[in-house]
C-alpha cells in the first residue's frame, strides 16, 4: 500500500491534505470480524478526520437506509413489501450499529437479497420463453424513484414482464431498423421476418441477463460489503469514498489514463452506467460521438453477433467489457444526452496523455492576432517538480504567442476538471504581479492563503477565459481568481460545477495494530474547502460568469448542487489584494458582450436544443406498443434534426499553429491531423468567437501599462 499511496495522491482533482488526527491504534484479536473493525475504523476516521463531520444519529440512520436499499434495488425488483417491513426496525438504528461496530442491518439485508436474486432467476428465464405481443396498448413508467415495491412476488413477476419487454422492444426495434438499412443497400436481400426479429429480441435480452446473474454469482460478500459501507461514508458528501483493498489498483490505473480502451471515464448512478468525462486525444474523443452525460446501455464486441446489457451490471465489470487492446473494435449502444438511441462503433487505442496537455494556436482576426490556449486539466508530477507541468508549459505557450505578437489571450477551461493546486496558483501568478490566489479552509477553521510568489508578469495584456458546467474544482480557482481581480471576462454557463472541496487518501491500515485481518483498504476523505480571495465558496455556486451564455448543458443536473449530500455554501473572510487597473472600459466591455449575445441567432438554437434536450430526458412513460414506440422515437429524430444547423455554424477567424508545432508537423503527421481537426472545430466555435469580440473591446489601461514593475520573458 505504502508504495501506491503517491498514485492515489495523484489522482485527486486538487492538491490533497494528510490526515493530521492522531489516535490509538486499534487492536485486534483472533476473534475480531473485520467487517466489523472496519466499521469502527471509518467511522472513527470519518468523525475524526472529515471536514464537516456529520452526526450519527436516527437522522443520519434514515438516509443510509433509503440511499443503501436504493443502491443494490434500485428498479425495485427484488426486494418486497414484506421485506421492507422487516427492515422497517433497523432504519433508526443504524447509527446505534455504526457506533457499537456491529453489521445486523448488514447481514439482514445482504441474506435477503441473496433469497430474493436467486427467485428472480426463475422469472426472467420463464417470461422470455413466450413471444412478446408488440401490437398490445401498455406501457411501462422508468421514474422508480416512485414506483412502491411490490406486494408479493406474483405481482414482482408482472414488474419484471413488463421491464423485460420493454428490453426487448428496444432490442427488436434496432433490429428491425438493421433490416431496413440492409434492404437499403441490397435490393435482392430478404429481410427476417418479424416473428425471427421478436425471437432474436428476446434471446438477446435473455443472454444479457444470463450474463448479470452470472456476474452477481462472482460477487462474493466482501463486494455488497463495500456498498454498505460506501452508502455510510457518502451520507458525509458525495466526494468521500471507500476503497476496497482489490479496488486500489483499479483506482490507480483509472487515474493514470494510461489502459488501452475506449479513452473515456465511467460512473454507475441507480443501475446505469454514464460518461462523465472523455478524455482528450483518446478514441472517443476522436471519433466526436461520444460525450459527457451519455448512457452505455449495450456493448457488443468484435467478433460477436450479440450485445451485451449493462443495465444493473456493476461498474468493474462494465468497463472490462468495455475496454480492451488497441486496434480492436468495440460497438457501444448510447442512449445520447438528447434522449435519441444510436449505436457508435470505436477502435480502441491508448489514451495518448500528450493530448491532455496544454496547447494553443494563433487566432488572427481583421489583420490582429491572438493567441488561445486550451488546458483539459491543471497537471502537476508530484514526484518531480521539473517535470513537465501545467504551470509551466502555459508559460511556454504565452512565451511562444507573444513572439507572435498576440494582442490578447484566451484561455479555454471548458470541460477541465481540475488538477493540481500548485499548478494553478502558479498559472494565475503569470497574469497578475502579487496578491493572493485562493484561501483554504481546514476543519479546524484554519485559513490558508496560497499567494501568487513571483512579482513579475508574464502576460499584462486583455485576457478572456471560457469556462462552462464541467469547469470544476482548480479551473474554477483559477476563474474566480481572474475575476476577483477584474483581470480577466469569464465566459460561459451560468455557473461552474461547483466543487469547492480537497480530498485526500487516507491508508487504514496505518491504524491497524498487530492486526493479521489482511488489507483494510483506504479511505478517499473530505479534508479542506476552498474560498475566492474575495471570501466566497467556489462550493455549489461555482464562477458566475460575466456573460452568460447558453450551451448544451444548460438545463442539465451535472453540477455539484445537483448530487446527494453536497457541504454547504458559506464564505470567509476576504483576503487583502488589490483589483487590477490595467483596463479601462471593463464593465462597458462586459455589457456589450451581452448585448451581442442576446442578439446571436447561433446562440438562441443552443438554447432551443437545450431545452428540448431537458425536455427528452425528463419522458419518462414509454410506450410498449411497437408502433406507438417506433412513433416517440422518429418524433424524437425528427425534433433533433432541426439543431444539425448547430454543426455547420462558421466563423470569419483563421486558426494556425504555432512555428515551433509546425516545424514538428514534417515528422510528426498524427499530430498535424490533430491540430487540424482542431483548428476545424475552433472554426465552428461561436464562444471563441465572442471570446476574440471581447479582447477587441478589452482597452488597455496604457498609463497603468507603463508604470507596470518587471514584465518576463
Same mark, same amino acid.
Given at each position: 500500500m ?11 482533482l486538487?492538491?490533497?491534505?494528510s ?7 486499534i ?8 467487517d ?14 472529515h471536514?464537516?463531520?456529520k ?5 443520519f ?7 443503501y ?12 413489501k ?12 443504524i ?6 461496530h ?28 413466450k ?6 396498448? !401498455? ?11 411490490a406486494?408479493?412476488?406474483k ?15 428496444s ?5 428491425k ?6 434492404v437499403?443497400d ?22 444479457s ?26 451520507e ?10 482489490e479496488?486500489k ?7 493514470s ?19 462523465v468525462?472523455?478524455i ?12 459527457v ?16 446489457s449493462?443495465i444493473?451490471?456493476?461498474l468493474?465489470d $462494465?468497463?472490462s467489457?468495455?475496454?480492451g ?24 487505442d ?30 502537476f508530477?508530484? !514526484? ?5 507541468? $501545467?504551470?509551466?508549459d ?10 507572435e ?7 479555454d ?55 462552462n458546467?464541467?469547469s470544476?474544482? $482548480?479551473?474554477?480557482?483559477?476563474a ?18 461547483g ?5 485526500g ?33 467556489t462550493q455549489?455556486e461555482?464562477v ?38 490595467g ?8 455589457e456589450?458582450?451581452?448585448?451581442r449575445? $442576446? ?11 437545450a431545452q428540448?434536450?431537458? !425536455? ?45 508545432e ?5 515528422t ?11 483548428h ?6 461561436v ?16 498609463i ?10
Open positions: 505504502k508504495r501506491n499511496y503517491k498514485i492515489f495522491l495523484l489522482g485527486l486538487l492538491a490533497v491534505a490526515c493530521s488526527f492522531t489516535t490509538n491504534k487492536e485486534t484479536d483472533g476473534d475480531s470480524d473485520k466489523e473493525v472496519l466499521i469502527e475504523l471509518i467511522s472513527f476516521v470519518l468523525t475524526q478526520g471536514y464537516s463531520p452526526d450519527i444519529n436516527d437522522e440512520s434514515q438516509e443510509v437506509y433509503k440511499d436499499l436504493n443502491g443494490i434495488d434500485p428498479r425495485k425488483r427484488y426486494f418486497l414484506s421485506d421492507l417491513k422487516d427492515f422497517e426496525s433497523s432504519k433508526n438504528k447509527d446505534d450499529e455504526i457506533l457499537a456491529k453489521i445486523d442491518f448488514f447481514n439482514l439485508t445482504y441474506n435477503r437479497l441473496q433469497e430474493r436474486l436467486e427467485d428472480t432467476k426463475d422469472f426472467y428465464a420463464e417470461l422470455l420463453e413471444p412478446f405481443d408488440f401490437s398490445e396498448k !401498455e406501457s411501462i413508467n422508468t421514474n422508480y424513484d416512485d414506483l412502491e415495491y406486494s408479493n412476488k405481482e414482482l413477476k408482472e414488474r419484471w414482464r413488463t421491464q423485460l419487454k420493454f428490453s426487448a422492444l432490442t427488436f426495434y434496432d433490429l431498423e438493421q433490416e431496413d438499412k440492409k437499403e441490397d435490393e435482392s436481400y430478404q429481410p427476417k421476418s418479424d416473428k425471427e426479429l421478436e425471437k432474436e429480441a428476446r434471446e438477446t435480452t435473455k443472454q441477463l444470463d450474463e448479470f446473474y452470472s456476474l452477481n454469482d462472482d460477487l462474493e460478500r466482501k463486494d455488497w460489503f463495500s456498498l454498505y459501507i460506501n452508502a455510510i461514508v457518502e458525509f458528501d458525495p466526494h468521500t469514498f471507500y476503497f476496497a483493498p479496488d489498483e483499479r483506482f490507480d490505473i483509472q487515474m489514463g494510461s489502459l488501452e480502451g475506449i479513452g473515456a471515464r465511467l460512473q454507475k448512478r441507480m443501475d446505469e452506467i454514464k460518461i468525462d472523455v482528450s486525444g483518446g478514441p472517443a474523443w476522436r471519433g466526436e460521438e461520444l460525450e452525460g451519455d448512457i452505455i446501455q449495450k456493448v457488443k464486441q468484435e467478433d460477436e453477433e450479440e450485445s451485451v449493462l444493473g451490471m456493476p468493474d $462494465a468497463v467489457l468495455i475496454k487492446p488497441k486496434g480492436t473494435k468495440v460497438v457501444l449502444t448510447v442512449k445520447k444526452v438528447s434522449g435519441s438511441i444510436e449505436d457508435i462503433e470505436i477502435i480502441r491508448v489514451v495518448e496523455i500528450e493530448e491532455t496537455y496544454a496547447k494553443s494556436s494563433m487566432v488572427e482576426k481583421e489583420g490582429k492576432n491572438y493567441g488561445l490556449i486550451n488546458l483539459p486539466k491543471f497537471y508530477d508530484m !514526484e518531480n517538480r521539473k517535470n513537465r507541468n $501545467a504551470a509551466s502555459i508559460e511556454k505557450e504565452i512565451i511562444a504567442l507573444k513572439k505578437n498576440m494582442d490578447g489571450l484566451v484561455i477551461l471548458r470541460n477541465n476538471g481540475g488538477g493540481s493546486l500548485s499548478a494553478v496558483v502558479d498559472i494565475a501568478g503569470l497574469f497578475i504581479k502579487e496578491g493572493p490566489i485562493v484561501q483554504v479552509r481546514s476543519g479546524d477553521n484554519k485559513v490558508e492563503v496560497l499567494p501568487d510568489t513571483d512579482d513579475s508578469i508574464l502576460w499584462d495584456g486583455p485576457l478572456v477565459i471560457l469556462v458546467e464541467l470544476a474544482s $482548480a479551473s474554477e480557482i483559477l474566480a481568481a481572474m475575476q476577483d481581480y477584474k483581470r480577466a471576462i469569464i465566459i460561459g454557463g451560468k455557473q461552474t460545477y466543487k469547492g472541496t480537497v480530498q487518501v487516507v491508508d487504514l491500515n496505518r491504524w491497524m495494530r498487530n492486526s493479521d485481518l489482511g488489507d483494510m483498504g483506504a479511505l478517499k476523505i473530505t479534508r479542506q474547502k476552498f474560498y475566492r480571495v474575495n471570501g466566497g465558496s455549489l461555482g458566475k460568469s460575466d456573460v452568460v451564455v447558453p450551451d448544451r448543458y444548460s438545463y442539465i443536473d451535472l453540477g455539484e448542487k445537483d448530487m446527494d449530500n453536497p457541504l454547504p455554501w458559506d464564505q470567509i473572510d476576504s483576503a487583502d489584494y488589490e483589483i487590477w487597473d483596463y479601462i472600459g471593463f464593465e462597458e466591455t462586459i456589450s458582450s451581452k448585448k449575445m $442576446a442578439k446571436n441567432e447561433q446562440l438562441k438554437l443552443i438554447d432551443e436544443s428540448w434536450i431537458k !425536455e427528452q430526458r425528463g419522458v419518462e412513460t414509454f410506450s410498449l406498443n411497437y408502433e406507438e414506440y417506433k412513433s416517440q422515437i422518429e418524433e424524437s429524430e425528427k425534433k433533433a434534426e432541426r439543431f444539425d444547423v448547430i454543426n455547420d455554424y462558421n466563423s470569419d477567424l483563421t486558426f494556425t499553429s504555432l512555428p515551433y509546425v516545424e514538428l508537423f514534417k510528426d503527421t498524427t499530430l498535424a491531423e490533430k491540430r487540424t481537426r482542431w476545424e472545430n475552433l472554426s465552428k466555435d464562444y471563441v468567437e465572442e471570446a476574440i469580440h471581447v479582447l477587441e473591446d478589452l482597452k488597455l489601461n496604457n497603468k501599462k507603463s508604470k507596470m514593475a518587471t514584465i518576463k520573458d
